[in-house]
């Protein structure tokens, strides 16, 4: 198979997104003052849903995030509460699909944690989560929600695993293990049955996520992989990485057949990483630059030349990472098909850029909304690890965003216990890598320490009271 290269003409076709532009939200519907993370970890520290935007923050001793409700926008007091239980620095959230005040975090100290965000935002500092979820060995560096399953999250940790977990329960449920090295992102397909994963062994996977069997594998040494995103239900990937010259590159791939890519094409030369966003709804793709601020977009097709350039927001700022508002977010009134929150870190700013589609006619646009999935989960936890798949369910964003019926979150009850996967104990003591985890393990070991000579001491007390309760009855009468 030809590689082909793209040619940097753009392609004047007959398109209805050729014209969409990108617009910033006036500085009164940004959100001001915030202390965003100066972690170099390469994501986006930041989400958002139809209710809420989170953004990971600086902090010293412990990782924190802010929770702020969408309507409260301008300028955020310095006091103004966090979500800051962690003990190392977050690494990554994420909000439930299907419940929208259940937001997943996880970080440097091992751990990932479920929150449970109280209507109308935070009134003081969150230090309790729902449910904490220890299973890695070292720093948890990606979560992802599974796109059609209620209460099935993802985990990759700096172990080189990715773990599954059932929240119903919990608990990890299956194990993928067949990564040499740091997982760099996670992409679901459409109705969740294959996940394709970029890794630092320079490797493209696409896993049968239940089994953990790699279906294909790609050894990119031509154009390193960062990031990868599904093309909804095109049977296409598309990553972003970087060519053998040192530019920024992106390429086309058949989902069947990673031997070698459908097209490559180099974008520039800057060292930024790339980050893809696709929308299946206009199949287009937004590629948007670490460290600079300007947003590409392209419309994909099944047919050469397969990546339609259209056009391009720039912006003075630079952007550290970008939040994507879900479908049933946007304001169709204005003909939006996608909306970032761009965290530019100078300024302490999150800004607002709403893609829009120009159109004269006020009535709703069918043709640029077709139905999308919804906030309705299809399978439960048990019939997707059961073998189920199925697509999201769908929803109409022609009324505007009608709520279904609240769902709840309930956490199970859990006892502390080993947690074996696929027979291994993954809370067994690992050997530290550095002298931060030396530290950790250090102290979490004089806790336990401390913990258990208390538990000792007290039952020390409790075995004298009943020897002395014994030598009372013995020495009692035996009828009065």
């Known amino acids: 198979m030809t590689v082909t290269k793209m040619s940097w003409r753009p392609q004047y076709r007959s398109s209805k997104f050729r014209n969409v532009y990108g617009k910033v939200a006036n500085r009164e519907h940004c959100f001001d003052g915030i202390p965003i993370t100066k972690n170099v970890h390469d994501n986006h520290f930041c989400a958002v849903n139809a209710r809420f935007l989170a953004i990971v923050t600086e902090s010293a001793g412990g990782g924190s995030f802010l929770v702020i409700p969408l309507e409260q926008t301008g300028r955020i007091e310095p006091n103004y509460p966090k979500v800051c239980g962690h003990q190392g620095n977050v690494l990554d959230i994420k909000w439930n699909p299907f419940i929208d005040n259940i937001i997943a975090s996880c970080s440097e100290d091992t751990s990932v944690r479920i929150w449970e965000i109280p209507e109308g935002g935070l009134k003081r500092n969150m230090t309790e989560a729902l449910l904490e979820l220890h299973g890695h060995s070292r720093r948890v560096g990606l979560v992802e929600w599974h796109p059609t399953t209620n209460n099935i999250l993802f985990s990759a940790g700096y172990d080189y695993k990715v773990l599954i977990w059932n929240l119903d ?45 790699v279906l294909q594998e790609a050894n990119c040494k031509n154009h390193r992989v960062n990031r990868v995103v599904f093309l909804g239900n095109m049977k296409r990937l598309l990553t972003t990485g970087v060519s053998r010259w040192n530019t920024r590159q992106i390429a086309l791939w058949d989902q069947e057949d990673l031997s070698m890519p459908l097209i490559e094409e180099e974008i520039d030369g800057l060292s930024g990483l790339l980050f893809p966003f696709y929308d299946a709804d206009t199949h287009m793709l937004y590629l948007a630059g670490k460290g600079d601020g300007n947003i590409r977009y392209y419309e994909i097709s099944t047919e050469k030349p397969y990546l339609s350039y259209l056009m391009e927001f720039r912006s003075p700022a630079p952007q550290k990472g970008l939040g994507v508002m879900p479908k049933h977010g946007l304001d169709v009134s204005a003909c939006e098909v996608f909306r970032f929150y761009k965290l530019v870190t100078l300024k302490g700013l999150i800004e607002p850029i709403s893609m829009i589609v120009p159109r004269r006619s006020d009535s709703y646009q069918e043709d640029i ?12 936890p048990d019939e997707w690890l059961g073998g189920i798949n199925r697509d999201p369910v769908l929803m109409s964003l022609k ?53 258990l000579k208390e538990e000792l001491a007290q039952k020390d007390i409790r075995i004298r009271q009943l020897q002395l309760e014994l030598k009372n009855l013995r020495n009692s009468p035996k009828n009065c």
């Open 169 to 213: 329960v919990g608990e990890p449920v299956k194990m993928i293990d067949c990564h040499s090295d740091v997982i760099l992102c996670m992409s679901f397909n459409t109705d969740g049955s294959l996940l394709t994963t970029t890794c630092k062994d320079k490797k493209l996977r696409v896993i049968e996520p239940r089994s953990g069997r």
């Open 369 to 380: 909304y077709p139905m999308t999935p919804g906030t309705e989960p299809a399978l439960t």
């Open 399 to 451: 009324e505007g965003y009608k709520k279904s019926p609240k769902m709840v979150f309930k956490a199970p009850i859990k006892e502390k216990k080993s947690v074996v996967v696929n027979g291994i104990d993954l809370l067994e003591n690992v050997p530290p890598r550095t002298e931060n985890e030396l530290l950790r393990m250090f102290f979490r070991q004089q806790d336990e320490i401390r913990r």
